[in-house]
């Protein structure tokens, strides 16, 4: 999928590329009077974010109107966002939904230089360093998810099992669920529940492993992240990945109908849960966030900043845009990353990139969001790395890591010999 998005890409870029500089120059002044940009985004009736963002700043700017253009959900957004880029028909503004496309992206000239918008920036801004290319950024994040523990504080009471305090390793973590499984002890309810992404294993190794790379060569420090999950899925603690791919379960389903106690899961699922238990989808019940597990003692605990991950999501200006309308559409960039944007964001849910005191208010003010210290001090305090670090082979690379961890997980090959052989595929494939 990658080798035809750098075709397809690349088949604009010859239209485009002359004004991919565009960012460190001069342009032209927004014209005066009504201005039309084009904005991107998926599956509109689910996810809000875009008209949020569009009616937030056509408010603001009542001189502007952001027009949204819906494309497919999932992996077809990329292939058909890339056919419009390809057909100069593509909107002015568009989401990088896939981090590890960034540089393809980039690569074919079809996004513009905004390092002047990234410089504006504030540089707490989640996800904001990591979009810089060889010194310039062509993207920049306006909401920024990060892996947390969600628990049900009912299930931990029946088990006996002490609700987490933001102390806990990986081993620790481990141990309740075992200890959760048992004291429930109820068929089909296990202490946690561990969804069959790759990131669910691999995000946390690369981001809490010092000195790990997935451009380095070594995979190694893959491999205690592995071995953890086999023990727990052999001793019954968590859900075997082939039932959860074969049954196709979904963490929504797991955790909101109280078939597991923990779950680490992204920050977007504050809002789908509260909206899923008022709504009757998911059951009622109290829960709490804890910081996810840490891979030793010296990130645990509110004295210290927890380490997790999660890409962020951002925004990018077609380098095919009309000149007149590029100071607009800058514009429109700062105010989605910037505070404005970020409170729109947080009054329905969403996680912005910038996560300050008033979105915090606002995301904790939302009804069924737990109201405890460990929870807020969770979502605001963190160090999140990308599961996808930005690099010409990351799309590449996470491809044949993303077959060992089917491999590993479904028990068809051992650790280290999955680990080996990715290591051996990366060297003689990628590059």
């Not at 700017?61 to 990329?78: F, I, M, W």
């Not at 010194?135 to 947390?148: E, H, I, S």
């Not at 200890?179 to 069959?196: A, M, Q």
């Not at 791919?245 to 389903?253: D, H, S």
Request: charge should be negative; charged fraction near 20%; hydrophobic fraction near 40%.
């Amino acid at each position: 999928m990658n080798r035809k998005l750098m075709s397809a890409v690349g088949v604009a870029a010859a239209a485009s590329l002359a004004l991919t500089g565009c960012g460190a120059e001069s342009e032209p002044e927004a014209p005066e009077g009504p201005v039309t940009i084009t904005l991107a985004g998926w599956d509109f009736a689910s996810t809000p974010e875009f008209q949020t963002l569009a009616d937030a700043y056509h408010e603001a700017n009542p001189d502007v109107t952001v027009e949204l253009k819906e494309y497919p959900a999932g992996d077809d957004y990329d292939t058909a966002l890339t056919a419009d880029l390809s057909a100069g028909a593509a909107p002015d503004v568009f989401i990088v939904k896939n981090l590890k496309n960034y540089v393809t992206f980039q690569e074919g000239g079809t996004l513009l230089d905004i390092s002047d918008v990234a410089a504006e920036l504030d540089p707490a801004t989640g996800g904001l360093e990591p979009m810089a290319v060889d010194g310039a950024t062509y993207a920049v994040p306006y909401r920024q998810d990060t892996w947390l523990l969600y628990y049900n504080k009912a299930m931990f009471e029946q088990a006996g099992v002490d609700l987490p305090d933001g102390s806990w390793t990986w081993d620790d973590y481990a141990a309740a669920a075992e200890e959760l499984t048992k004291g429930i002890d109820e068929k089909s309810v296990t202490g946690t529940y561990l969804h069959s992404w790759q990131s669910t294993v691999q995000g946390f190794a690369l981001a809490q492993t010092e000195g790990a790379s997935i451009d380095g060569g070594d995979f190694s420090y893959l491999a205690p992240y592995y071995e953890r999950e086999l023990a727990m899925q052999d001793a019954g603690s968590q859900p075997s990945y082939a039932t959860v791919t074969t049954n196709e379960l979904t963490y929504q389903a797991q955790f909101g109908t109280q078939k597991a106690a923990m779950m680490p899961m992204g920050s977007w699922y504050i809002g789908t849960l509260v909206a899923e238990q008022a709504s009757g989808a998911a059951d009622t019940f109290e829960w709490g966030i804890a910081p996810i597990p840490q891979l030793d003692e010296s990130t645990t605990g509110t004295e210290n900043t927890p380490v997790s991950f999660g890409d962020p999501t951002t925004m990018g200006i077609n380098a095919g845009i009309d000149e007149s309308k590029i100071a607009t559409a800058k514009d429109f960039l700062k105010f989605a990353a910037g505070p404005e944007g970020a409170a729109a964001l947080a009054e329905i849910g969403i996680t912005p990139a910038l996560i300050d005191d008033t979105v915090a208010d606002a995301i904790f003010s939302l009804e069924g969001v737990p109201q405890d210290e460990l929870s807020r001090f969770s979502y605001t305090t963190h160090e999140t790395l990308p599961e996808n670090p930005v690099g010409q082979n990351t799309a590449a690379i996470q491809t044949i890591l993303g077959e060992l961890h089917s491999a590993v997980m479904s028990e068809s090959t051992p650790v280290d010999e999955a680990i080996t052989e990715a290591e051996e595929r990366v060297a003689n494939e990628v590059g």
